[in-house]
């Protein structure tokens, strides 16, 4: 039972345009959405993330959209540029007590960005 | 201030063999999670260490796995007999106590078990 979709799978977006990576969860537990960005031979990376709480927060290029009544959040990357080609992960962070915060995270998503 | 480092980058074993990934967490992190990605699926939750404490092993996929994490520091992960299915990336996280604290991820072990 797979608990955050993400989708696409992969992604090509040409240097400058858009790309938009989806994720829909069913837990109303999650209380955390972290997006992760992992280049080849590296961990996965924190980008951004948002409360369920916020329909919407901004770090440069990046944007993560939320939508709580939909159980649907998504990350948007505007003038997207070769350095952005990686593979990004949606996440979402559940509390079971004490310091155990555990992360659930979508299949991934490889975008490459052609220059 | 370093990252978190594992050991092996990667390994490559027969079934029925035994192998042991590390991990070293970032100083002073008393939370330290391990982690698996198989092959075009999620990133899944295996346990989470608080010191040298099991808090959550709800993850662990079967009694062949045995992570442990003496003195606090760093952690280790065996397979015990290894299998196909075990194939994939095992990464580990850690963060600092006290609160919901970013988890810092480790580059993985890639295990290729043939």
């Known amino acids: 039972q797979q608990q955050v979709k993400q989708s696409p799978q992969s992604l090509i977006v040409q240097k400058g345009g858009i790309s938009i990576i989806n994720c829909a969860y069913e837990n109303t537990a999650f209380d955390y959405f972290p997006w992760y960005q992992q280049f080849p031979g590296k961990g996965p990376a924190l980008l951004i993330a948002i409360r369920p709480d916020v329909s919407e927060k901004k770090e440069g290029r990046f944007t993560i959209s939320f939508n709580k009544s939909a159980k649907q959040f998504s990350l948007h990357i505007m003038d997207s540029q070769p350095g952005d080609s990686a593979t990004y992960f949606c996440?979402?962070?559940?509390?079971?007590?004490?310091?155990?915060?555990?992360?659930?995270f979508g299949k991934g998503t490889l975008l490459t960005v052609n220059p | 201030e370093a990252g978190v480092t594992q050991f092996p980058s990667h390994s490559v074993i027969e079934k029925g063999q035994t192998v042991t990934l590390r991990c070293d967490p970032i100083s002073g992190h008393d939370n330290l999670y391990w982690y698996r990605r198989v092959m075009g699926k999620e990133i899944k939750f295996l346990l989470h260490?608080?010191?040298?404490?099991?808090?959550?092993e709800s993850g662990m996929p079967n009694n062949r796995f045995l992570a442990e994490r003496t003195g606090g520091t760093y952690s280790t992960l065996k397979v015990q007999p290894a299998e196909l299915e075990d194939s994939g990336v095992y990464f580990c996280?850690?963060?600092?106590?006290?609160?919901?604290?970013?988890?810092?991820f480790g580059p993985g072990t890639r295990l290729t078990v043939t």
């Open positions: 260490f608080v010191k040298e404490s099991k808090q959550d």
């Open positions: 996440a979402a962070r559940t509390y079971s007590g004490g310091s155990n915060y555990k992360l659930t």
């Open positions: 996280a850690s963060s600092q106590s006290g609160g919901p604290y970013e988890q810092y």
